[in-house]
T-cell receptor, first 112, second 115 residues
């Protein structure tokens, strides 16, 4: 079946540290992959996406590369800020009607 | 920027009662979804809705659940007789198209507490 596994949190970093949040997936065929972010009190917002193997999604300094050989889509940022503190969700979707499969979310705390 | 809205933000109800969770999707979107997240667990797909009918539903979405688009703007999720295990955050989402490369826009969620 289709599923997403992401690293457990919380992840606590100091400002300007390097961030990696691991995400691996299981799917038949070729899913599209997404990272969503949820700030406190808000809905899930799309952070970036990649729709085929070797694509790199990027936004706001965050990057993730669709690696089919390792079935991974790890989220990275070179220098985190306090404002990046949020919960990050990895997700995949397949076929029509865009049903999403989400990971369990990783909470990121960035300290000044 | 257009956004998906949900009301109420928090709903407390007693076991066995009916609840209706409301969502206003983005106005030009055609595909609508409900997801839920039980505390500490994954965000789970419940149902997708297109052209005034359910296009897919999960095994969670049993006969106690129903969805409706009663007018041109609202999209509702009804739970007929709530159980304790229905306590969760419920997210509504919409997308302009149903293809798998299209992002979904999510609302802020309704926290449902069943006592």
């Amino acid at each position: 079946g289709n599923s997403v596994t992401q690293m457990e949190g919380p992840v606590t970093l100091s400002e300007e540290a390097f961030l990696t949040i691991n995400c691996t997936y299981t799917a038949t065929g070729y899913p599209s992959l997404f990272w969503y972010v949820q700030y406190p009190g808000e809905g899930l917002q799309l952070l970036l996406k990649a729709t085929k193997a070797d694509d790199k999604g990027s936004n706001k300094g965050f990057e993730a590369t669709y690696r089919k050989e390792t079935t991974s889509f790890h989220l990275e940022k070179g220098s985190v800020q306090v404002s990046d503190s949020a919960v990050y969700f990895c997700a995949l979707s397949k076929y029509n009607f865009n049903k999403f499969y989400f990971g369990s979310g990783t909470k990121l705390n960035v300290k000044p | 920027e257009p956004e998906v809205t949900q009301t109420p933000s928090h709903q407390v109800t007693q076991m066995g009662q009916e609840v209706i969770l409301r969502c206003v999707p983005i106005s030009n979107h055609l595909y609508f979804y409900w997801y839920r997240q039980i505390l500490g667990q994954k965000v789970e797909f419940l149902v997708s809705f297109y052209n005034n009918e359910i296009s897919e539903k999960s095994e969670i979405f049993d006969d106690q659940f129903s969805v409706e688009r009663p007018d041109g703007s609202n999209f509702t999720l009804k739970i007929r007789s709530t159980k304790l295990e229905d306590s969760a955050m419920y997210f509504c989402a919409s997308s302009i198209s149903g293809g798998d490369s299209y992002e979904q826009y999510f609302g802020p969620g309704t926290r449902l507490t069943v006592t």
